[in-house]
């Protein structure tokens, strides 16, 4: 079958960094992304990796390898507006995005 | 900037009847997705769909389930007849391209609660 495991919950500190890993077994592989999805509202694009290696985008970063099975979404310089569950997604062989439960961050001041 | 967006916000139907959920893409999207999340649950991929037919669908995507572009800008869900579990927040997604390396837009979701 096909699964996607993220840590469902995590804590971190106002200004400090944070690493949400993501690991995969999918039926094909085409693609990793990272959505950020507030309570009660749409999943909001974060990132996208399809080649080995990491992906910079201001204060988030997202790293890729396809030979592990691996991804981490990288936060920096945190702020109390990042808290949001963050969403790992793997698109397939039949390029369906699957997706894993999200892991919820609570930032604390 | 161009959004997705999606009517009604909230459906409170009956269990047994049709419901119909509305889209409107981004206007140069040719790529068109629904998704549902039961709450605390995962995102689920139902159907995506391009050129006016489907092109994927998962297993949750039975015959009770049809989509619909009925004219140049809106494209529907629709459920013939609603059962308890159907109840859950549905989101519409559009892409200019297939997430070969696209990305996918969300609307803000309807929530479909079934009594």
């Known amino acids: 079958g096909q699964n996607i495991d993220q840590p469902t919950e995590m804590t971190a500190t106002e200004g400090a960094i944070v690493q949400i890993n993501c690991t995969y077994q999918?039926?094909?592989?085409?693609?990793l992304f990272w959505y950020q999805q507030h309570a009660g509202e749409a999943p909001t694009f974060l990132s996208y990796?399809?080649l080995d290696g990491l992906e910079e985008k201001g204060r988030f970063s997202s790293f890729l390898s396809r030979s592990k099975g691996y991804s981490y979404l990288l936060l920096k310089e945190l702020q109390m507006k990042d808290s949001a569950s963050y969403l790992c997604?793997?698109?397939?062989?039949?390029?369906?995005?699957?997706w894993g439960a999200g892991t919820k961050l609570i930032i604390k001041p | 900037e161009p959004e997705v967006t999606q009517t009604p916000s909230h459906q409170v139907t009956q269990m047994g009847q049709e419901v119909i959920l509305r889209c409107v893409p981004i206007?140069?999207?040719?790529?068109f997705y629904w998704y549902r999340q039961i709450l605390g649950q995962k995102v689920e991929f139902l159907v995506s769909?391009?050129?006016?037919?489907?092109?994927?669908k998962s297993e949750i995507f039975d015959d009770q389930f049809s989509v619909e572009r009925p004219d140049g800008s809106n494209f529907t869900l629709k459920i013939r007849s609603t059962k308890l579990e159907d109840s859950a927040m549905y989101f519409c997604?559009?892409?200019?391209?297939?997430?070969?390396?696209?990305?996918?837009?969300f609307g803000p979701g309807t929530r479909l609660t079934v009594t």
């Open positions: 997604a559009s892409s200019e391209i297939p997430d070969r390396v696209g990305e996918q837009y």
């Open positions: 206007s140069n999207h040719l790529y």
């Open positions: 769909f391009y050129n006016n037919e489907i092109s994927e």
């Open positions: 999918t039926s094909g592989f085409n693609g």
């Open positions: 990796n399809v």
């Open positions: 997604a793997v698109r397939d062989s039949n390029y369906q995005l699957i």
